[in-house]
């Protein structure tokens, strides 16, 4: 694969590992927390579809204690055997930060990303894009979840309060589209944001499986086509 060619991210918990409520004390310690059921077999078919293995960026803060979790926890669900230099896995402490971080892999190369809270992420790489785009396309792909469609209707009234109302509205362009294939059969539409000459697409993902990782990686290899 070329160095311009797309490479994935993926989100940590509720993506990777299991999310557990915030009074549980295993999320206190972030450890253990079970893999996600098809997480491996989506990933690898991303990676078969020809999309380069880009790493893991989570919200979690860059702190000692929280980086041997990350680490013991990778090497227990075998998830470092997908991302397996030190690089690749980026705690990056906030929504706004793994924004930055996707945006700045954007420059090199376009990239995909799957997470659990698409509206947060989202948000966030809209603000960012609108301070200062990238050069390649960003195509975010939600995690099936029980809550997707009203994460879907936050994020969507999000960005048409920035196209209408907002103080950068001319600089956004929205266009909303139906998937073709397996990622068409959950009829929810997609987004197109379109910031300057940079691009934000956005995408409800199936159930985890090789198929549906395919799928999606294929998407991302049409979207990033010349």
């Known amino acids: 694969m070329s160095e311009t060619s797309p490479e994935l991210w993926s989100d940590l918990d509720g993506t990777a590992v299991v999310k557990l409520s915030k009074l549980n004390p295993r999320n206190w310690l972030k450890y253990p927390l079970g893999a996600i059921a098809g997480y491996e077999d989506f990933v690898r078919g991303v990676g078969k579809a020809g999309v380069r293995m880009g790493g893991i960026v989570s919200i979690r803060p860059d702190i000692l204690p929280r980086r041997l979790v990350t680490r013991r926890s990778m090497r227990q669900h075998g998830y470092d055997q997908l991302f397996p230099r030190s690089d690749q896995v980026i705690l990056a402490g906030s929504e706004a930060e793994k924004a930055r971080h996707l945006i700045e892999r954007s420059r090199e190369a376009p990239v995909c990303m799957i997470d659990d809270n698409p509206q947060h992420i989202g948000e966030a790489l809209v603000t960012a894009m609108l301070a200062k785009p990238g050069r390649y396309p960003i195509l975010l792909g939600a995690v099936d979840n029980p809550q997707n469609e ?5 994020f969507s009234g999000h960005v048409d309060w920035v196209n209408a ?3 950068d509205k001319e600089k956004i362009r929205v266009e909303r589209f139906m998937p073709e294939g397996m990622l068409g059969k959950l009829d929810m539409p997609g987004m197109h944001v379109g910031i300057g000459a940079a691009a934000l697409h956005f995408v409800q993902l199936p159930p985890y ?3 549906a990782g395919q799928a999606f990686g294929g998407m991302m290899l049409q979207m990033a086509a010349p």
Request: aromatic share 18%.
């Open 150 to 154: 009203h994460r879907y209707s936050r």
């Open 165 to 167: 109302w907002g103080p």
């Open 209 to 211: 499986s090789a198929e």
